[in-house]
């Protein structure tokens, strides 16, 4: 069974870097499949940050595109994000999920909240 | 980028059928996808590739799409099915491939 589990600082200052790790149990990345970050900021509906492929390669939400990045360690069976240069509106739940190649998220991570704020 | 609408709720007492539309521009013409999300959890896959199960969800749960709307049916709901639905496609023309709709909370009256 495949799971999941994001973990980072809950509390990221204004106009610095957001960094989160995904760890995969179960599965090993290395043999395949998309990953992905989505978030939801608190009472909102969710918004795709990007995706990367065991391989390395990704695509990412455009209005993010500039600030983002994804990385993968397939050594720990795990992959990262980093948000640059956040701000309060970048307040939300952070969760990693497996993308299949029709382009379904399962299953997901259980979140993480990150709060932006000095 | 593509957009995918959803009414903001949906009422429904127990044991009736809810139905969640999702629109979007030929969304017919793409797979759709459907997560529920109760509470202070993660969102849950409940419909893949229009119409397909996971495992272990209860046939209660169907799809549907065609034209410019996809439909997530909730057969005999439950107190249990009260929770946030998202409708999620992928794009291939798109910048932003991959697209949430605005999500509908079904509220079990």
């Known amino acids: 069974q495949v799971q999941l589990q994001e973990s980072g600082p809950g509390l990221v200052k204004p106009s610095e870097t957001l960094s989160l790790t995904c760890a995969v149990s179960?599965?090993?990345?290395?043999?395949?499949?998309?990953w992905g970050w989505i978030r939801q900021p608190p009472g909102k509906g969710l918004e795709w940050i990007g995706s990367?492929?065991?391989?390395?390669?990704?695509y990412y939400n455009p209005s993010l595109k500039s600030r983002v990045t994804i990385s993968v360690d397939t050594s720990k069976n795990q992959f990262s994000l980093k948000l640059s240069s956040v701000t309060a509106a970048d307040t939300a739940v952070y969760y990693c999920?497996?993308?299949?190649?029709?382009?379904?998220?399962?299953?997901w991570g259980q979140g993480t909240l990150v709060t932006v704020s000095s | 980028s593509y957009v995918l609408t959803q009414p903001p709720s949906v009422s429904v007492a127990p044991g009736q059928t809810a139905r969640i539309t999702c629109g979007g521009n030929?969304?017919?013409?793409?797979?759709v996808h459907w997560y529920q999300q109760k509470p202070g959890q993660a969102p849950v896959l409940v419909v893949y590739?229009?119409?397909d199960r996971p495992s272990g969800i209860p046939e209660r749960f169907s799809g549907s799409n065609s034209g410019n709307t996809a439909t997530l049916t909730i057969s005999r709901v439950e107190a249990g099915d009260e929770a946030d639905y998202y409708c999620?496609?992928?794009?291939?023309?798109?910048?932003?491939?991959?697209?949430f709709g605005t999500g509908t909370k079904v509220t079990v009256l």
């Open positions: 999920a497996r993308r299949y190649p029709l382009h379904w998220f399962d299953p």
């Open positions: 179960g599965y090993s990345i290395s043999s395949g499949y998309y």
């Open positions: 990367i492929y065991h391989s390395g390669s990704t």
């Open positions: 030929n969304i017919g013409s793409k797979s």
């Open positions: 590739d229009d119409s």
């Open positions: 999620q496609v992928w794009d291939s023309s798109s910048d932003h491939p991959d697209v």
